[in-house]
Nanobody, 123 residues
Framework: QVRLVESGGGLVQAGGSLRLSCKAS????????MGWFRQAPGKEREFLAT????????AYADSVKGRFTISRDNAENTVYLEMKGLKPEDTAVYYC????????????????WGQGTQVTVSS
C-alpha cells in the first residue's frame, strides 16, 4: 500500500522560510517521479514542482520559480520542498504526490497523494 506523509507545515511570517518533507512507503521510490501541489480554500489544486526519480530533472510553476526548490533523498524515500520568501498568497494546504513517469504537471496524472500539510503565511 502506497503511503505519502507530509510534514513541516506551520505558521510563518511573510518573507520567512519553511521546508516541507514527504516520506514515501509502499512504492519503489527510486523509480518514482514526485511532485508538490497546493490548494487554497475555494481554489483548484495547483502544481508547484516536480522532480524525476534521478533528481536530475525538475520543473516549477512560474508562481514559485526562484523561491521554491524541490529535492529528494532516495536513500530516505523522502522528497522536500524548500520554500523561501513566503507570501500571504502562498497560504494553502500543501500536498506531495507520486507517479511513475516524469513530465506532467497535471494533478490528474499523479497516482498517489498524501494527506497534506497546512502552510499559513501571515502579513
Amino acid at each position: 500500500q502506497v503511503r505519502l506523509v507530509e510534514s513541516g507545515g506551520g505558521l510563518v511570517q511573510a518573507g520567512g522560510s519553511l521546508r516541507l518533507s514527504c516520506k514515501a512507503s509502499g512504492l519503489f521510490f527510486r523509480e518514482t517521479t514526485m511532485g508538490w501541489f497546493r490548494q487554497a480554500p475555494g481554489k483548484e489544486r495547483e502544481f508547484l514542482a516536480t522532480i524525476s526519480w534521478t533528481g536530475v530533472s525538475s520543473a516549477y510553476a512560474d508562481s514559485v520559480k526562484g523561491r521554491f526548490t524541490i529535492s529528494r533523498d532516495n536513500a530516505e524515500n523522502t522528497v522536500y520542498l524548500e520554500m523561501k520568501g513566503l507570501k500571504p498568497e502562498d497560504t494553502a494546504v500543501y500536498y506531495c504526490a507520486s507517479r511513475h513517469t516524469y513530465g506532467s504537471m497535471q494533478p490528474s496524472d499523479f497516482d498517489h497523494w498524501g494527506q497534506g500539510t497546512q502552510v499559513t503565511v501571515s502579513s
